[in-house]
């Protein structure tokens, strides 16, 4: 097996930018762990590297769907595997960069995943139900038949806890589909700070997407006809932008609700990589962080 870099915590603590700046040193290409920006055309509301840093440093399970299109947790594990498999038959060093939590896991740890059809039926009346009573009608319906499922997800990821039950529905637990046995040998830095810092990171990036033309993306999505009601629209950014552009609020309240759930976001992030998890080394977003983590990784890296 072949080491794979992963740099991991919650959203605005710098990972990009930290692995942006040790791919340039150490040689290495990015495999982003990101669910939305697989998502063309959803720039801005991601943080999706720009053009100009894709161009520097290679990255790879970016623009991969339309916003319309299905993607799913085994589509992204052999995805990544393969460009894993390519940088390293390039010389390079391989970077798992992102926060979601799912990618992450699933790869690090090697979760089997058996190819379990759709039920677009079950589906249809599932998401029906959620949007009649709320998601969170689903969620207890998952922690009642499958629990050890529902805790390792998001009660917000609606379309997470369909898939959960539809998995469920076909008389497996969902849980015992998560077979681990590591594809690859990693070693995880995670990137942390203090909860303030934290609020004032994920506010200022939320002010800098708003300048940037986040609601001019988001209306230009409508243009192509994306429709709000879509798994990707429902992400951080779009959902609220999106409820001002259908009038249903004022832009100052989005703005603020992008804000506060991110913050949330952020939160629940940390269930997925705990500060007490010791395969995860840990250090504080702050001036001189790239120097320590370059020293540190330095140590496992073959040049």
Known sequence: MSLLIAIVGPTATGKSSLALELCQTINGEIISADSRQVYRYMDIGTAKPTKEEQATVPHHLIDVVNPDDDFSLAMYQSSALEAMQGIQRRGKTAFLVGGSGLYVWALLEGWRIPPVPPDPALRKELETKARSEGGEVLYEKLKEIDPAAAERID?????????ALEVCQQGTQFSELQVKKPFV?????????????LYKRIDTRVDSMIEKGLVAEVESLAARGYGFDLPSMSGL???QVGLYLQG????????????FDTHSFARHQYNWFRLKDKRINWFET??????AVYRFVQRFVVN
């Open 185 to 197: 040998d990693s070693v995880i830095v995670g990137l942390t700070t203090t909860r303030d810092d």
């Open 286 to 291: 702050e001036k001189g962080t790239t120097k």
């Open 248 to 259: 249903k609020t004022d832009l100052p309240t989005a703005i603020q609700q992008i804000k």
């Open 237 to 239: 950014g779009y959902k």
């Open 155 to 163: 009660p917000r990821n609606v379309r997470r806890v369909i898939r």
